[in-house]
């Protein structure tokens, strides 16, 4: 086996999607410092902030390995040293019924910042390990947080909270664990848990699995798709084909809208799932499932100007949005779309799923979570003077946490992808990417930025840009912030080799691109979103240069009042206010211009102010707001409706 992924299965995939992820393909990707390393950073202090004691207690408590009563006892009455001051509360809280969610996702990063930190890979060995030693109290299959009788609640119909996504984020964590970081015991502990489903749901019949499937049942379906192919085993098969979702499943594939008002976040897990059996069983229904959901979520239903799809935590009818701008896109969701785009993109190479990818980053992971502090937003209010409401670190602990944690874990993953012809550049994320034999030889392939003749989200001082403003002829800046965006790739392989350097073209780009291979210009031919560059690489440098600038988008359903983005990223306008901009929206430059363009020794991304408008507002991008009021979307006239609204002028 390789990567979690046997012989038959690589066989299944390979001859149906065009695309493996850089594991996949046998490398490594490690992002370096700029914008990504940043929030990865972030989101690494937070990880390593949560102590193995405080994620366990629940786990522990089930199998009966820990308690609490206040004092050691009625005669000694000294304080127990572990009190409640130290405890998780909010969603973690001993009380509460989704307690212990939180370590599956704990597990699912930490076996991806593991890689880069041996303190993070050995603390999530050690869990592992406890709760092996948890499943052995509970009398060797059992392994949750919570109790069975959750579940026994949940086939008599009375009200338990979401017992299966609880189970889901344990089993998923322990299988990346497996997959990921190689930790066999974690395979171990999922597979005899297993073993408990399978009995379980072996005595419903198919109208009561139907029923309890009705709940939510977190991404249940992806765990036994990805435990076949682990072990092959026909109990996990069983559990695949049971855990199917007629109900669902069949009114999507016959076109009918079975999302509109309905939890966006529960559906997407079992989608997900369906993506993962199509993967493992080569079963075309499966797949035509993903499809038919992406066409009605996506497509017909048409995403915020940030790419994200819901409100409220469930899907806004198609091509209305203007109603519902208070609590858009659940964080989990945007991440989970994200993944879903991943998978998509993988078996068809299409670029508009890397679009949606990126338009989803930096307007949905990036934009919720505080780019000071790492916590997350579990909404992303888009309303006149809205605020971002930030979680904290051990008082809340929504599922958003727990998906925090692997999004800035897993960002990398998504950069580049590998086919037998060569590589393509999905994400231009400051990265470094070695594959030990690839194409004949070791490749690797560097991603950077230059922020001197470009602009990017999120820049911050560094030593070689401090050094730029000190030396005065060897390095020229541009005289005002450039309208593009300048990626640098260099490419080394110890064998030369001939492949393909496949570049993607954003969406957002806003003229010709400009490619250089070792300061020579190259021809540039775009087709369908990529720029292929064929040739025998040992060692070259890349500089492609994309134009970007403003542009508008509308509200579906309002046409007359739209938000503003630079290149891929949303502007917020610093105001509490729903002013009226007047201006043309195929020229935002009418109503905007430049802001605080420089800071020091980088050009700021995405500050404008207003011009010529009754009011004057402040622009940032929407990813740097922090506890300031905003306001995303603005009615917009032309300068000639604001004539008329004057009336005419006094004789």
């Known amino acids: 086996m390789l990567n979690g992924i046997d012989d038959q299965e690589r066989s299944h995939l390979s ?43 629940p786990y522990r408590a089930e199998a009966g390995l820990w308690s609490y009563s206040g004092s050691w006892g009625t005669t000694v009455g000294a304080a127990v040293t572990d009190g409640p001051e130290d405890w998780h509360w909010g969603w973690e809280s001993i009380t509460c ?11 699912a990063a930490a076996a991806r910042i593991g890689r880069q930190d041996p303190e993070v890979a050995a603390r999530a060995s050690m869990i592992v390990a ?23 609640r949940l086939v008599a119909g009375k009200p338990v909270w979401a017992p299966q996504y609880v189970v889901h984020k344990t089993l998923m964590g322990l299988l990346d664990q497996y997959r990921i970081a190689g930790n066999a015991e974690a395979l171990s502990v999922a597979s005899a848990f297993a073993e408990w ?41 069983d559990l695949v084909d049971r855990y199917d979702r007629p109900r669902f499943f069949e009114p999507l594939l016959a076109g009918v809208d079975v999302l509109t008002n309905k939890h966006a976040n529960t559906q997407i897990a079992e989608i997900l799932g369906a993506a993962r059996a199509w993967e493992v069983t080569g079963v075309q229904r499966w797949r035509d499932i993903v499809e038919a959901f992406w066409d009605a979520a996506v497509e017909a239903r048409g995403t915020y100007c940030t790419g994200g799809s819901s409100c409220g935590e469930v899907w806004q009818p198609p091509g209305e949005q203007s109603a519902r701008l208070h609590a858009v896109q659940e964080h989990c969701l945007v991440y989970n779309m994200m993944r879903l785009a991943d998978v998509l993109f993988r078996w068809t190479g299409d670029h508009r799923y890397a679009d949606y990818w990126e338009r989803n980053l930096v307007n949905g992971i990036w934009a919720q979570q505080h780019p000071d502090t790492g916590m997350p937003a579990y909404f992303l209010p888009l309303a006149a003077g809205s605020r971002k409401q930030w979680g904290r670190p051990t008082e809340d602990f929504w599922c958003c946490h727990g998906t925090l944690l692997q999004a800035h874990a897993s960002i990398d993953e998504a950069a580049l992808y590998v086919d037998g012809a060569g590589i393509s550049i999905s994400q231009y994320l400051n990265s470094v990417t070695t594959w030990p034999d690839l194409f004949g030889g070791r490749v690797q392939l560097s991603i950077g930025a230059d922020p001197e003749e470009g602009v990017v989200l999120g820049q911050r001082q560094t030593f070689h840009g401090a050094a730029g403003i000190q030396e005065l002829l060897s390095r020229p800046l541009p005289p005002r912030r450039p309208n593009q965006r300048v990626y640098v790739l260099d490419v080394h392989c110890d064998r030369p080799s001939r492949f393909e350097i496949r570049l993607r073209v954003p969406s957002w780009v806003a003229g010709a691109p400009m490619l250089e291979i070792d300061g020579k210009s190259a021809t540039v031919t775009v087709d369908n979103g ?6 025998v690489w040992s060692s070259q440098h890349i500089r492609l240069t994309v134009p970007s600038g403003l542009s508008t988008l509308p509200l579906p359903d309002q046409p ?25 929206p195929d020229e935002p430059t009418s109503f905007l211009t430049a802001d ?10 995405g500050t404008y102010r207003t011009v010529g408008q009754p009011t004057g507002i402040r622009f940032v991008p929407l990813a740097e707001v922090r506890d300031e009021p905003y306001t995303v979307y603005f009615p917009l006239q032309s300068p000639a409706q604001r004539s008329s609204d004057r009336g005419p002028a006094a004789g």
């Open 596 to 605: 605080q363009e420089r800071h020091h020794s980088w050009w700021r991304t």
């Open 530 to 535: 990529w720029i292929v560059a064929s040739q």
């Open 130 to 152: 406890e709760l092996a030693a948890c499943q052995r109290a509970n009398g060797g299959r059992w392994a949750a947080s919570i109790p069975p009788a959750y579940f026994e």
């Open 97 to 107: 019924e989704l307690r212990g969610h939180i370590l599956g996702h704990w597990l």
């Open 15 to 57: 001859a149906a999607r065009p695309l493996r992820t850089v594991v996949g393909s046998g490398g490594q990707t490690t992002l370096t410092d700029g914008p990504a390393k940043d929030r990865w950073r972030l989101n690494a202090r937070y990880l390593r902030s949560l102590g193995a004691d405080g994620l366990l207690r």
């Open 560 to 584: 007359g009042t739209v938000a503003v983005l630079d290149g891929p990223v949303v502007l917020a306008g610093l105001t509490s206010q729903e002013s009226i901009l007047y201006g043309e």
């Open 197 to 237: 489903f399978h009995d379980w749901s072996g005595q419903l019949s198919r109208e009561q699995l139907d029923d309890v499937l009705d709940q939510e049942t977190g991404g249940m379906l992806e765990v036994w798709a990805d435990l076949l192919a682990f072990t092959g085993d026909q109990r996990a098969a």
